[in-house]
């Protein structure tokens, strides 16, 4: 898809999430709103060619404010740290068609996988 003249932005934040349970089908779980309500974070668009319909969204685990002495991000946990979030492109408008917000909804599962780095 033509991105010429679009806006792209994506955001996540800090989830709660409880009561995972591995299925056959998947991952099912409640999410609901971390306390203290945490700030949204910006994650980086990139090496975008509009033309082309392509984009590099950048993931930076250092600015999501995760500290290594979470207790979510111990490898027993039982419900891990979960972010989520969404990629929006604005999509200006085009003879006669009007402008247009296209969403892409994001969900980020963090846990550890046990190994520590001294």
Known sequence: MDLTGAT???QIVRRE???IIDTRN???FDIADYTPTPTPVSLTIAN?????GTFTLVIDDTTWSII???PELEI???NPVGFSGRIKVAMPSS???PEDDLIVFLLFLVRSDGVVVI
């Open 17 to 19: 999430l409880s009561n």
């Open 48 to 52: 975008l060619n509009a033309t082309a």
């Open 8 to 10: 792209i932005s994506a």
């Open 68 to 70: 290594a002495t979470d």
């Open 95 to 97: 003879g006669g068609t």
């Open 76 to 78: 027993n946990a039982q």
């Open 26 to 28: 998947g991952l099912t």
